[in-house]
């Protein structure tokens, strides 16, 4: 009897676990409400976020929901610069923020200051603003086309040499030339490389301290329009779909810009890739703020900081350097070199130069200038 009754227990533990495990299963399935709470005196919050950041994301709110079952954490997917004019506008209100640049979220906070006169953000403020992981920018190509590509595009100044491939593209040895990268009117990714080749026309020029005036400049403009001859463009794609789009098919251009961590992520499943890192580069960075909307009521605050305490334990970071994001902190950064080091025959490196960024303001100029002279298209958004 008593075995019977040890056998009925032990079985019943284990179908309780399997159960457990099936709904915890499902629910993480479920992108829109991962792990819903239930009973009454539930607190919902919403986070917007990028697709870069999905499966980080869906993890944590997932992780999350399980052990705080009074709050219930949803989100939504909105590329960086167009959540940020969403909010500024009203068009979106969530109670966090996590976009791929704090640039962006300064933008935020001075332009919602200018309309409303009260601070959106508190920047210096770790419980309500963070940065948690960054990714720096890179070409990603094929190991055949980077023995090519990479004097080209590790150069001083890779911009000028995609001007020139893209001038006389029957110049490389495959006789065509094509690259692709986020549309900057949305992508915080395509913003950054705009950053990037606005610095190195200053800097070729010996105008580094000009550079409001000269992202302003139509000049600029149609150099612009010669470094994009090359581009192959698909209206408002952000960086996670033009790099499944690649890993796909990546006969479909010579190489694309996205971040290190995607691209990792795409190379330790495919070793027929290969990186080269624009000398220098941007950073996208990765942070998590709450948002002191009129629509944050007391519970919703509260129960947004408990979310931000959350993601600040180093589980949620372990939880990053599995899925090829590098860590904010730089003493940490010992716990992801391994990961490159394992992959530097596909030109991975912990190593790389970061350029500083120059402001919003000067980002939007530059901005103008290429919906101007490369898309075509008008202008829409805060100046």
Same mark, same amino acid.
């Given at each position: 009897?008593?075995?019977? &009754?040890? %056998? ?9 676990g ?17 792990? @819903? ?11 917007v976020?990028?697709? $870069? ?12 929901? *399980? ?94 040499g ?31 490389m705009? &950053? ?12 580094? @301290? ?11 403009? #149609? *150099?612009?329009? #010669? ?9 408002n794609?952000?960086? %996670? ?19 290190? $961590?995607? &691209?990792?992520?795409?190379?330790? &499943? ?6 080269? *890192?624009?000398?220098?580069? @941007?950073?996208?960075?990765? $942070?998590? +703020? ?29 939880s ?31 190593? *790389? ?12 100029? @530059?901005?103008?200038?290429? +919906?101007?002279?490369?898309?075509h ?5 805060i100046?």
């Open positions: 009897m008593r075995k019977a &009754a040890t %056998f009925y227990i032990a079985a019943g533990v284990l179908l309780l399997l159960s457990v495990g099936a709904w915890r299963s499902w629910h993480g399935s479920k992108s829109d409400q991962p792990l @819903a709470g239930s009973g009454t005196g539930v607190v919902n919050i919403s986070l976020t990028t697709q $870069s950041k999905r499966d980080w994301v869906t993890d944590q709110i997932y992780q999350f929901n *399980y052990t705080h079952p009074q709050v219930h954490v949803t989100f939504k997917f909105i590329e960086s610069r167009s959540a940020m004019q969403a909010i500024l506008f009203g068009k979106e209100t969530p109670d966090l923020w996590s976009p791929d640049s704090p640039s962006l979220v300064t933008a935020l906070v001075d332009n919602w200051s200018k309309a409303h006169h009260t601070t959106i953000v508190d920047t210096t403020n770790p419980e309500t603003f963070r940065v948690f992981q960054r990714s720096p920018l890179v070409f990603l190509t094929t190991k055949t086309k980077a023995l090519y590509l990479r004097p080209i595009l590790s150069s001083r100044n890779p911009w000028e995609i001007r020139k491939l893209g001038a006389s593209p029957t110049s490389t040895p495959w006789h065509s030339f094509s690259f692709v990268h986020a549309d900057p009117t949305n992508d915080a990714t395509g913003l950054l705009l &950053a990037l080749i606005l610095n190195a026309y200053a800097s070729d020029r010996g105008q580094n @301290a000009n550079l409001p005036n000269i992202a302003s400049s139509d000049d600029f403009g #149609q *150099y612009l329009s #010669q470094v994009e001859q090359g581009l192959r463009r698909s209206p794609v952000g960086t %996670f779909d033009i790099t499944k789009s690649y890993i796909a098919n990546t006969s479909s251009a010579d190489f694309i810009v996205t971040t290190e $961590s995607a &691209a990792l992520a795409a190379a330790v &499943a495919n070793p027929n890739l290969a990186v080269i *890192y624009p000398n220098p580069t @941007a950073v996208t960075e990765e $942070s998590v +703020c709450i948002l002191n909307g009129p629509w944050l009521t007391p519970d919703k605050q509260q129960a947004a900081e408990q979310f931000m305490q959350y993601i600040s334990q180093s589980e949620a970071t372990k990053g350097i599995k899925l090829y994001m590098r860590p904010a902190s730089g003493a940490e950064d010992s716990s992801y070199s391994p990961r490159l080091t394992q992959h530097s025959s596909q030109g991975f490196s912990p190593l *790389y130069s970061a350029v500083e960024l120059p402001s919003y303001a000067t980002l939007n100029a @530059a901005l103008f200038q290429w +919906c101007k002279h490369v898309s298209t008008q202008y829409v958004g100046k």
